[in-house]
């Protein structure tokens, strides 16, 4: 039998998809672990996946920072379909670090970012200033992060490039108002207006429906 598995973002939990109600399938989201030191995002999403043993039926997925560990999975373990909700297939399209060559991200210092990620103007810039119960709860998701988690796995996703393809079909969805992640080249990738990266949970009926309708044609999924 089909499950659904998705990871959450960066600084987030299994909370970004309690809206997410009557998907069509098995729902489990995973939590991530705690990066560690020296680990690659290949390693990482591997260990992520923890005992699910997955199966070549199983659709596996993500928001953030959690689509690109989805991804990293995808491309080593066969599965039914891969799901980006407001995510990417590397951390080449993060917008905030565009500017900056991948051989230098290594060594820029995010721990200096780390006070102005637990304000309300980051959570206002990064979610939209319109939705107050997005930006409550990715304050209060955010507070239970470790700064670790922050740090390591920011920097496994600025750096991981991988271009290789998924060993699956790709869907996506995205927010056309997100101001994280570019959407995916990925032929045919949905484009939600005026959502914005905390589309699972502030536009959490247009993810459900699109998640029960691509269970239906898994074989037509987009190549980019």
Not at 113 to 126: G, S, V
Not at 195 to 201: D, E, N
Request: glycine fraction near 10%.
């Amino acid at each position: 039998m089909s499950r659904l598995i998705l990871f959450p973002g960066l600084g987030a939990d299994h909370r970004m998809f309690s809206r997410l109600k009557e998907v069509g399938v098995e729902f489990i989201t995973f939590p991530l672990p705690e990066p560690v030191a020296g680990e690659g995002l290949s390693e990482y999403a591997l260990r992520a996946t923890g005992t699910l043993k997955l199966s070549a039926d199983d659709f596996i997925g993500g928001c953030s920072f959690g689509s690109v560990v989805a991804t990293a999975v995808s491309r080593q373990v066969p599965s039914r379909g891969l799901i980006l909700i407001g995510g990417a297939l590397n951390g080449m399209t993060l917008r905030g670090f565009k500017w900056l060559p991948r051989i230098f991200r290594p060594y820029f210092p995010l721990s200096l970012f780390k006070p102005f990620l637990r304000t309300d103007q980051a959570m206002h810039y990064l979610f939209g200033s319109d939705n107050q119960a997005m930006n409550d709860l990715a304050s209060a998701m955010l507070a239970d992060t470790s700064d670790t988690m922050l740090v390591r796995g920011g920097r496994m996703l600025a750096v991981y490039g991988e271009q290789l393809k998924p060993l699956c079909p790709v869907f996506a969805i995205h927010g056309s108002m997100d101001r994280v992640m570019d959407p995916p080249p990925v032929e045919k990738c949905l484009i939600v207006p005026d959502a914005g990266h905390g589309i699972a949970y502030t536009h959490a009926d247009e993810v459900a429906t699109f998640l029960k309708e691509i269970q239906a044609v898994p074989d037509q999924g987009a190549e980019f």
